[in-house]
Protein backbone atom coordinates (compact mmCIF):
# COMPACT_ATOMS: atom_id res chain seq x y z
CA UNK A 1 0.00 0.00 0.00
CA UNK A 2 1.42 3.02 -0.66
CA UNK A 3 0.84 6.50 0.63
CA UNK A 4 -0.43 9.15 -1.52
CA UNK A 5 1.42 12.51 -1.52
CA UNK A 6 -0.93 14.97 -2.05
CA UNK A 7 0.39 18.35 -2.48
CA UNK A 8 -0.67 21.78 -3.41
CA UNK A 9 -4.33 20.59 -3.42
CA UNK A 10 -6.88 23.76 -3.37
CA UNK A 11 -10.27 23.57 -2.21
CA UNK A 12 -12.45 22.69 -5.65
CA UNK A 13 -15.94 24.55 -5.68
CA UNK A 14 -17.34 22.92 -8.89
CA UNK A 15 -17.66 19.01 -10.54
CA UNK A 16 -14.54 17.37 -12.65
CA UNK A 17 -15.21 18.36 -16.04
CA UNK A 18 -17.45 15.39 -18.07
CA UNK A 19 -14.57 15.59 -20.40
CA UNK A 20 -11.83 14.46 -18.07
CA UNK A 21 -13.85 11.46 -17.07
CA UNK A 22 -14.24 10.94 -21.03
CA UNK A 23 -10.68 11.12 -21.62
CA UNK A 24 -9.88 8.53 -18.59
CA UNK A 25 -12.70 5.98 -19.56
CA UNK A 26 -11.87 6.86 -23.79
CA UNK A 27 -14.89 7.07 -24.54
CA UNK A 28 -17.66 9.29 -24.71
CA UNK A 29 -20.68 9.65 -22.15
CA UNK A 30 -24.27 8.64 -24.24
CA UNK A 31 -27.27 7.37 -23.42
CA UNK A 32 -28.36 4.45 -25.88
CA UNK A 33 -32.55 4.24 -25.72
CA UNK A 34 -33.13 0.83 -26.29
CA UNK A 35 -37.39 0.83 -27.18
CA UNK A 36 -40.17 -1.84 -28.40
CA UNK A 37 -42.42 -4.56 -27.54
CA UNK A 38 -42.46 -6.91 -24.52
CA UNK A 39 -40.56 -9.70 -25.68
CA UNK A 40 -39.08 -7.75 -28.78
CA UNK A 41 -35.56 -8.31 -27.41
CA UNK A 42 -34.39 -5.64 -25.96
CA UNK A 43 -32.71 -6.35 -23.13
CA UNK A 44 -31.20 -9.41 -24.68
CA UNK A 45 -29.75 -6.95 -27.13
CA UNK A 46 -28.44 -4.00 -24.30
CA UNK A 47 -27.03 -7.14 -22.21
CA UNK A 48 -25.10 -8.65 -25.80
CA UNK A 49 -23.71 -5.36 -26.09
CA UNK A 50 -23.02 -4.38 -22.69
CA UNK A 51 -20.83 -7.47 -22.12
CA UNK A 52 -19.08 -7.11 -25.83
CA UNK A 53 -18.39 -3.08 -24.84
CA UNK A 54 -16.56 -4.34 -21.29
CA UNK A 55 -14.84 -7.13 -22.82
CA UNK A 56 -13.11 -4.35 -25.14
CA UNK A 57 -12.48 -2.03 -22.44
CA UNK A 58 -15.50 0.13 -22.56
CA UNK A 59 -17.36 1.15 -19.24
CA UNK A 60 -21.08 0.49 -20.14
CA UNK A 61 -24.17 0.22 -17.70
CA UNK A 62 -28.06 -1.41 -18.29
CA UNK A 63 -30.85 0.05 -16.29
CA UNK A 64 -33.44 -2.02 -16.54
CA UNK A 65 -36.37 -3.06 -14.84
CA UNK A 66 -34.34 -5.33 -12.39
CA UNK A 67 -32.44 -2.44 -11.14
CA UNK A 68 -35.09 0.62 -11.36
CA UNK A 69 -37.86 -0.80 -10.81
CA UNK A 70 -37.64 -2.56 -7.59
CA UNK A 71 -35.47 0.51 -6.27
CA UNK A 72 -35.91 3.87 -7.39
CA UNK A 73 -39.35 3.49 -8.82
CA UNK A 74 -40.13 0.95 -6.45
CA UNK A 75 -43.10 3.45 -5.28
CA UNK A 76 -44.48 3.87 -8.87
CA UNK A 77 -47.67 1.52 -10.24
CA UNK A 78 -49.20 1.33 -13.57
CA UNK A 79 -51.00 4.33 -13.95
CA UNK A 80 -50.52 6.72 -16.87
CA UNK A 81 -49.00 9.36 -14.38
CA UNK A 82 -47.01 6.51 -12.75
CA UNK A 83 -45.67 5.04 -16.57
CA UNK A 84 -45.07 8.74 -17.51
CA UNK A 85 -42.74 9.17 -13.98
CA UNK A 86 -41.18 5.63 -14.83
CA UNK A 87 -39.58 7.08 -17.65
CA UNK A 88 -39.01 10.69 -16.72
CA UNK A 89 -37.06 9.32 -13.59
CA UNK A 90 -35.37 6.60 -15.78
CA UNK A 91 -34.47 9.29 -18.68
CA UNK A 92 -33.17 11.56 -15.88
CA UNK A 93 -30.88 8.98 -14.10
CA UNK A 94 -29.66 7.96 -17.79
CA UNK A 95 -28.85 11.85 -18.43
CA UNK A 96 -26.87 11.23 -14.97
CA UNK A 97 -24.97 8.08 -16.20
CA UNK A 98 -24.05 10.06 -19.10
CA UNK A 99 -22.45 12.76 -17.73
CA UNK A 100 -20.69 10.67 -15.54
CA UNK A 101 -19.15 9.15 -18.86
CA UNK A 102 -20.79 5.76 -19.24
CA UNK A 103 -22.18 4.41 -22.08
CA UNK A 104 -25.62 3.97 -20.81
CA UNK A 105 -28.38 1.45 -22.30
CA UNK A 106 -31.63 1.85 -21.08
CA UNK A 107 -34.29 -0.90 -22.08
CA UNK A 108 -37.70 -0.03 -21.53
CA UNK A 109 -40.63 -0.94 -22.94
CA UNK A 110 -41.01 3.20 -23.11
CA UNK A 111 -44.04 3.34 -25.56
CA UNK A 112 -45.01 6.61 -25.92
CA UNK A 113 -43.28 8.41 -27.98
CA UNK A 114 -43.64 11.63 -25.91
CA UNK A 115 -41.68 10.13 -23.15
CA UNK A 116 -38.80 9.27 -24.94
CA UNK A 117 -38.66 12.49 -26.34
CA UNK A 118 -38.65 13.94 -22.89
CA UNK A 119 -35.87 11.82 -22.69
CA UNK A 120 -34.01 13.43 -25.10
CA UNK A 121 -34.43 17.10 -24.97
CA UNK A 122 -32.90 16.64 -21.54
CA UNK A 123 -30.05 14.90 -22.72
CA UNK A 124 -29.51 17.16 -25.85
CA UNK A 125 -29.71 20.51 -23.42
CA UNK A 126 -27.30 19.25 -21.64
CA UNK A 127 -25.17 18.65 -25.01
CA UNK A 128 -25.16 14.15 -24.14
CA UNK A 129 -25.50 12.28 -27.06
CA UNK A 130 -28.89 10.10 -27.27
CA UNK A 131 -29.54 7.25 -29.40
CA UNK A 132 -32.67 6.10 -30.03
CA UNK A 133 -32.94 2.51 -31.11
CA UNK A 134 -35.82 0.81 -32.25
CA UNK A 135 -36.03 -2.99 -31.54
CA UNK A 136 -38.51 -3.83 -33.92
CA UNK A 137 -40.00 -7.15 -33.64
CA UNK A 138 -43.54 -7.90 -35.30
CA UNK A 139 -46.13 -8.02 -32.40
CA UNK A 140 -46.72 -11.81 -33.59
CA UNK A 141 -42.93 -12.86 -32.92
CA UNK A 142 -43.31 -11.37 -29.72
CA UNK A 143 -45.86 -13.03 -28.90
CA UNK A 144 -44.72 -16.44 -29.97
CA UNK A 145 -41.99 -15.81 -27.62
CA UNK A 146 -43.86 -14.68 -24.80
CA UNK A 147 -41.29 -16.30 -22.12
CA UNK A 148 -43.35 -15.23 -19.48
CA UNK A 149 -46.65 -15.50 -20.23
CA UNK A 150 -47.64 -11.95 -20.57
CA UNK A 151 -49.27 -11.89 -23.86
CA UNK A 152 -51.03 -15.34 -23.40
CA UNK A 153 -52.49 -13.50 -19.94
CA UNK A 154 -53.14 -10.15 -21.68
CA UNK A 155 -55.21 -12.03 -24.07
CA UNK A 156 -57.17 -13.60 -21.65
CA UNK A 157 -57.87 -10.29 -20.11
CA UNK A 158 -55.87 -10.99 -16.46
CA UNK A 159 -53.83 -8.07 -17.41
CA UNK A 160 -55.12 -4.83 -18.42
CA UNK A 161 -53.48 -2.16 -20.43
CA UNK A 162 -50.46 -4.37 -21.78
CA UNK A 163 -48.80 -2.84 -24.47
CA UNK A 164 -48.94 -4.45 -27.72
CA UNK A 165 -52.61 -6.00 -26.82
CA UNK A 166 -54.50 -3.35 -25.31
CA UNK A 167 -52.18 -0.48 -25.01
CA UNK A 168 -50.45 1.41 -27.75
CA UNK A 169 -47.28 1.16 -28.85
CA UNK A 170 -45.93 4.34 -30.82
CA UNK A 171 -43.02 3.59 -33.23
CA UNK A 172 -39.74 5.96 -33.02
CA UNK A 173 -40.58 8.05 -36.39
CA UNK A 174 -36.72 8.57 -36.51
CA UNK A 175 -34.63 6.07 -34.44
CA UNK A 176 -30.86 6.58 -34.70
CA UNK A 177 -30.90 2.91 -35.43
CA UNK A 178 -32.89 0.11 -35.78
CA UNK A 179 -32.66 -3.78 -34.61
CA UNK A 180 -34.03 -6.79 -36.29
CA UNK A 181 -33.12 -9.72 -34.01
CA UNK A 182 -35.78 -12.10 -35.64
CA UNK A 183 -33.41 -12.12 -38.60
CA UNK A 184 -29.60 -11.62 -38.00
CA UNK A 185 -27.21 -13.68 -35.90
CA UNK A 186 -26.20 -12.06 -32.05
CA UNK A 187 -22.73 -11.49 -33.76
CA UNK A 188 -24.00 -9.14 -36.90
CA UNK A 189 -26.38 -7.13 -34.65
CA UNK A 190 -23.35 -6.14 -31.96
CA UNK A 191 -20.91 -5.54 -34.58
CA UNK A 192 -23.48 -3.33 -36.53
CA UNK A 193 -24.12 -1.20 -33.05
CA UNK A 194 -20.04 -1.21 -32.32
CA UNK A 195 -19.61 0.15 -36.16
CA UNK A 196 -22.44 2.59 -35.37
CA UNK A 197 -20.71 3.70 -32.16
CA UNK A 198 -17.76 4.37 -33.37
CA UNK A 199 -19.17 6.30 -36.30
CA UNK A 200 -20.83 8.43 -34.19
CA UNK A 201 -17.40 8.97 -32.13
CA UNK A 202 -18.36 7.74 -29.18
CA UNK A 203 -15.89 4.90 -28.57
CA UNK A 204 -12.84 7.13 -28.52
CA UNK A 205 -10.22 4.45 -27.91
CA UNK A 206 -10.73 3.07 -30.96
CA UNK A 207 -9.99 5.76 -33.43
CA UNK B 1 -11.57 3.56 -37.57
CA UNK B 2 -11.10 -0.09 -37.67
CA UNK B 3 -13.80 -2.53 -38.13
CA UNK B 4 -14.70 -4.67 -35.01
CA UNK B 5 -14.49 -8.50 -35.29
CA UNK B 6 -16.80 -9.90 -33.13
CA UNK B 7 -16.89 -13.14 -33.41
CA UNK B 8 -18.73 -16.10 -31.11
CA UNK B 9 -21.22 -13.71 -29.69
CA UNK B 10 -24.12 -15.17 -28.24
CA UNK B 11 -26.98 -13.82 -26.68
CA UNK B 12 -26.49 -12.30 -22.93
CA UNK B 13 -29.69 -12.46 -20.96
CA UNK B 14 -28.30 -11.19 -17.11
CA UNK B 15 -26.09 -8.34 -16.91
CA UNK B 16 -22.06 -8.13 -16.63
CA UNK B 17 -21.17 -8.83 -13.41
CA UNK B 18 -20.30 -6.11 -11.10
CA UNK B 19 -16.75 -7.34 -10.57
CA UNK B 20 -16.37 -7.10 -13.94
CA UNK B 21 -16.27 -3.22 -14.89
CA UNK B 22 -13.92 -3.02 -10.98
CA UNK B 23 -11.30 -4.71 -13.00
CA UNK B 24 -11.96 -2.31 -15.53
CA UNK B 25 -11.43 0.35 -13.55
CA UNK B 26 -9.71 -0.78 -11.22
CA UNK B 27 -11.31 0.21 -8.00
CA UNK B 28 -14.35 -1.04 -6.07
CA UNK B 29 -17.67 0.99 -6.52
CA UNK B 30 -19.06 2.17 -3.19
CA UNK B 31 -20.98 5.35 -2.41
CA UNK B 32 -19.26 8.18 0.06
CA UNK B 33 -22.04 9.81 1.66
CA UNK B 34 -21.18 13.12 2.86
CA UNK B 35 -23.77 14.62 5.45
CA UNK B 36 -23.57 17.73 7.68
CA UNK B 37 -25.08 21.23 8.20
CA UNK B 38 -25.51 23.87 5.52
CA UNK B 39 -22.34 25.82 4.50
CA UNK B 40 -20.29 23.04 6.37
CA UNK B 41 -18.07 22.54 3.71
CA UNK B 42 -19.56 19.30 2.21
CA UNK B 43 -19.84 20.11 -1.21
CA UNK B 44 -16.03 21.52 -1.51
CA UNK B 45 -14.69 18.47 0.01
CA UNK B 46 -16.44 15.88 -2.29
CA UNK B 47 -15.66 17.95 -5.35
CA UNK B 48 -11.77 18.06 -3.60
CA UNK B 49 -11.68 14.57 -3.68
CA UNK B 50 -13.21 13.87 -7.01
CA UNK B 51 -10.72 16.06 -8.82
CA UNK B 52 -8.28 14.34 -7.10
CA UNK B 53 -8.94 10.93 -7.69
CA UNK B 54 -9.95 11.18 -11.29
CA UNK B 55 -6.08 13.44 -11.79
CA UNK B 56 -5.50 9.85 -10.44
CA UNK B 57 -6.93 7.68 -12.73
CA UNK B 58 -10.46 7.05 -10.96
CA UNK B 59 -13.83 7.81 -11.78
CA UNK B 60 -15.22 9.02 -9.63
CA UNK B 61 -18.82 11.49 -9.86
CA UNK B 62 -20.53 13.36 -7.36
CA UNK B 63 -24.43 13.89 -6.93
CA UNK B 64 -25.42 16.92 -5.49
CA UNK B 65 -28.20 19.71 -5.58
CA UNK B 66 -26.79 20.90 -9.23
CA UNK B 67 -27.45 17.55 -10.65
CA UNK B 68 -30.40 15.89 -8.78
CA UNK B 69 -32.80 18.87 -7.84
CA UNK B 70 -32.91 20.52 -10.66
CA UNK B 71 -33.52 17.16 -12.77
CA UNK B 72 -34.23 13.81 -11.51
CA UNK B 73 -35.72 15.49 -7.99
CA UNK B 74 -37.05 18.44 -9.55
CA UNK B 75 -40.84 17.31 -9.01
CA UNK B 76 -40.44 17.47 -5.20
CA UNK B 77 -41.10 20.66 -2.20
CA UNK B 78 -39.91 20.65 0.96
CA UNK B 79 -42.65 19.25 2.93
CA UNK B 80 -41.54 16.14 5.03
CA UNK B 81 -42.98 13.93 2.78
CA UNK B 82 -40.45 15.14 -0.08
CA UNK B 83 -37.67 15.42 2.00
CA UNK B 84 -37.97 11.91 2.65
CA UNK B 85 -38.47 10.92 -1.07
CA UNK B 86 -35.34 12.49 -2.32
CA UNK B 87 -32.97 11.27 0.45
CA UNK B 88 -34.60 7.64 -0.65
CA UNK B 89 -34.27 8.92 -4.97
CA UNK B 90 -30.55 10.03 -3.76
CA UNK B 91 -30.12 6.74 -2.19
CA UNK B 92 -31.27 4.70 -4.88
CA UNK B 93 -29.61 6.23 -7.78
CA UNK B 94 -26.06 6.56 -5.98
CA UNK B 95 -26.35 2.59 -5.17
CA UNK B 96 -26.95 2.20 -9.20
CA UNK B 97 -23.62 4.46 -9.32
CA UNK B 98 -21.84 2.26 -6.71
CA UNK B 99 -23.07 -1.04 -8.59
CA UNK B 100 -21.96 0.36 -11.85
CA UNK B 101 -18.40 0.43 -10.40
CA UNK B 102 -17.94 4.44 -9.61
CA UNK B 103 -16.99 6.11 -6.43
CA UNK B 104 -19.95 8.05 -5.84
CA UNK B 105 -20.43 10.65 -3.83
CA UNK B 106 -23.33 12.43 -2.49
CA UNK B 107 -23.31 16.00 -1.28
CA UNK B 108 -26.98 16.50 0.96
CA UNK B 109 -27.64 17.89 4.25
CA UNK B 110 -29.47 14.29 4.85
CA UNK B 111 -30.01 15.54 8.50
CA UNK B 112 -31.94 12.56 9.39
CA UNK B 113 -30.59 9.53 10.51
CA UNK B 114 -33.50 7.26 9.21
CA UNK B 115 -33.03 8.24 5.86
CA UNK B 116 -29.38 7.80 6.08
CA UNK B 117 -29.36 4.47 7.28
CA UNK B 118 -31.93 3.77 4.83
CA UNK B 119 -29.52 4.53 2.08
CA UNK B 120 -27.10 2.04 3.90
CA UNK B 121 -29.18 -0.24 4.62
CA UNK B 122 -29.82 -0.81 0.40
CA UNK B 123 -26.80 -0.59 -0.05
CA UNK B 124 -25.28 -2.99 2.54
CA UNK B 125 -28.05 -5.57 1.10
CA UNK B 126 -26.36 -5.68 -2.17
CA UNK B 127 -22.95 -6.15 -0.77
CA UNK B 128 -21.62 -2.70 -2.12
CA UNK B 129 -19.77 -0.56 0.25
CA UNK B 130 -21.22 2.73 1.88
CA UNK B 131 -19.19 5.25 3.42
CA UNK B 132 -20.71 7.94 5.84
CA UNK B 133 -18.44 10.90 5.93
CA UNK B 134 -19.95 13.14 9.02
CA UNK B 135 -18.80 17.26 7.98
CA UNK B 136 -18.38 17.91 11.48
CA UNK B 137 -18.23 22.11 10.79
CA UNK B 138 -19.83 23.36 14.46
CA UNK B 139 -23.11 25.77 13.03
CA UNK B 140 -21.40 28.82 14.30
CA UNK B 141 -18.58 28.38 11.52
CA UNK B 142 -21.24 27.51 9.02
CA UNK B 143 -23.39 30.80 9.74
CA UNK B 144 -20.51 33.32 9.72
CA UNK B 145 -19.68 31.43 6.22
CA UNK B 146 -23.24 31.69 4.93
CA UNK B 147 -22.31 31.86 1.25
CA UNK B 148 -25.83 32.51 -0.11
CA UNK B 149 -27.48 34.37 2.82
CA UNK B 150 -29.77 31.55 4.12
CA UNK B 151 -28.83 31.53 7.40
CA UNK B 152 -29.69 35.22 7.51
CA UNK B 153 -32.76 34.68 6.04
CA UNK B 154 -34.17 31.23 8.29
CA UNK B 155 -32.63 33.03 11.74
CA UNK B 156 -34.95 36.23 10.32
CA UNK B 157 -37.99 33.77 9.35
CA UNK B 158 -37.77 34.49 5.85
CA UNK B 159 -37.22 30.84 5.50
CA UNK B 160 -38.93 28.05 7.40
CA UNK B 161 -37.61 24.83 8.09
CA UNK B 162 -33.80 25.22 7.87
CA UNK B 163 -31.39 23.17 9.16
CA UNK B 164 -29.58 24.37 11.95
CA UNK B 165 -32.22 26.93 12.42
CA UNK B 166 -35.53 25.92 12.70
CA UNK B 167 -34.88 22.23 11.83
CA UNK B 168 -32.84 19.60 13.48
CA UNK B 169 -30.02 18.11 12.34
CA UNK B 170 -29.11 14.57 13.32
CA UNK B 171 -25.48 13.85 13.65
CA UNK B 172 -24.27 9.72 12.64
CA UNK B 173 -23.31 7.96 15.93
CA UNK B 174 -21.02 6.10 13.99
CA UNK B 175 -19.66 7.70 10.76
CA UNK B 176 -16.96 5.77 8.67
CA UNK B 177 -14.82 9.47 8.86
CA UNK B 178 -15.29 12.59 9.96
CA UNK B 179 -14.13 15.66 8.43
CA UNK B 180 -13.13 19.10 10.18
CA UNK B 181 -12.99 21.79 7.58
CA UNK B 182 -12.41 24.88 9.86
CA UNK B 183 -8.89 23.44 10.83
CA UNK B 184 -7.67 21.33 8.60
CA UNK B 185 -6.00 21.94 4.89
CA UNK B 186 -7.28 20.82 2.13
CA UNK B 187 -4.29 18.46 0.53
CA UNK B 188 -4.45 16.75 4.59
CA UNK B 189 -8.35 16.20 4.38
CA UNK B 190 -8.01 14.78 1.08
CA UNK B 191 -4.73 12.21 2.08
CA UNK B 192 -6.66 11.16 4.84
CA UNK B 193 -9.70 10.55 2.43
CA UNK B 194 -7.54 9.12 0.08
CA UNK B 195 -5.53 6.67 2.80
CA UNK B 196 -8.93 6.01 4.42
CA UNK B 197 -10.08 4.68 0.56
CA UNK B 198 -6.97 2.56 0.15
CA UNK B 199 -7.29 0.86 3.45
CA UNK B 200 -10.89 0.03 2.48
CA UNK B 201 -9.72 -1.96 0.14
CA UNK B 202 -11.77 0.45 -2.77
CA UNK B 203 -8.64 1.82 -4.75
CA UNK B 204 -7.33 -1.42 -6.56
CA UNK B 205 -5.02 0.08 -8.98
CA UNK B 206 -3.01 1.83 -5.83
CA UNK B 207 -2.29 -1.67 -4.02
Known amino acids: MTKVKATNITWHESH ?81 FADAGLITMTSFISPYRKDRDQARKIHEEADLDFVEIYVETPVGVCEARDPKGLYAKARKGELKGFTGVDDPYEPPLQPEFVVRTEHRLPEDIVADLFEFLERKGLLLKRL
Not at 32 to 47: D, E, H, N, Q
Not at 60 to 65: C, E, H, K, N
Open 16 to 96: VERIEREKLLGQKGCTIWFTGLPSSGKSTTAFTLEHELVKQGYLAYVLDGDNVRHGLNKNLGFSAEDREENIRRIGEVAKL
